[in-house]
């Protein structure tokens, strides 16, 4: 993931990953509208004469079922419970507010766990499903090489 954050970044002057169109913070529903809509549901999917037109991921997907999947991912992976609430923006309840903090291990452990997800998952493409993210993510071919590298070491 941090190769395609790097490239982005690098890819304009604003010190925000995803920005607003004159490089401000993004509010919750410009991000899903210039960001998440377009990505899952593709844009002018329907007419392929469209020079903006792209297919669409995971059409009706949503942004909620992702915060959830990545939750549960976490719970499936021992992340303990205060560091998935922290993860999602959420408080602990009750006592366990005034007792429980996330530490440094816990946020690495996030970090380790959901790299681990993103590499499994670009291991676990077909040929065919390998080359299509290549072919629009061009950077990632090494970085898929590099992880199939890793795996037969």
């Known amino acids: 993931m941090a190769v395609l954050y790097e490239l982005l970044l690098d890819s304009h002057d604003h ?4 920005t607003a169109p004159e490089g ?3 509010y919750r529903g410009h991000f899903r ?3 998440w809509r377009p990505a899952w549901d593709g844009v002018d999917a329907d007419d392929p004469d469209s020079p903006a037109h792209r297919l669409p991921i995971l059409q009706w997907f949503t942004f909620h079922e992702g915060r959830h ?4 991912w976490l719970a499936d992976d021992d ?7 922290a993860r999602l923006g959420h408080k602990m309840p009750g006592i366990a507010r ?3 903090h996330v530490t440094p291990e816990m946020e690495q452990r996030v970090s380790d766990v959901l790299e681990a997800r993103w590499d499994g998952s670009l291991l676990a ?4 499903e390998r080359e299509t993210l290549v072919g629009l993510l061009p950077h990632l071919g ?4 590099d992880l199939e590298e890793n795996q037969a070491a």
């Open 98 to 100: 005034v007792y429980e």
């Open 125 to 128: 493409l077909d040929a065919n």
């Open 69 to 72: 999947t990545q939750s549960t």
């Open 33 to 35: 509208e210039r960001f």
């Open 24 to 26: 401000g913070g993004l």
């Open 79 to 85: 992340v303990p419970e205060v560091a998935r609430r």
């Open 142 to 145: 090494p970085v898929i090489a």
């Open 15 to 18: 010190e925000f990953v995803f």
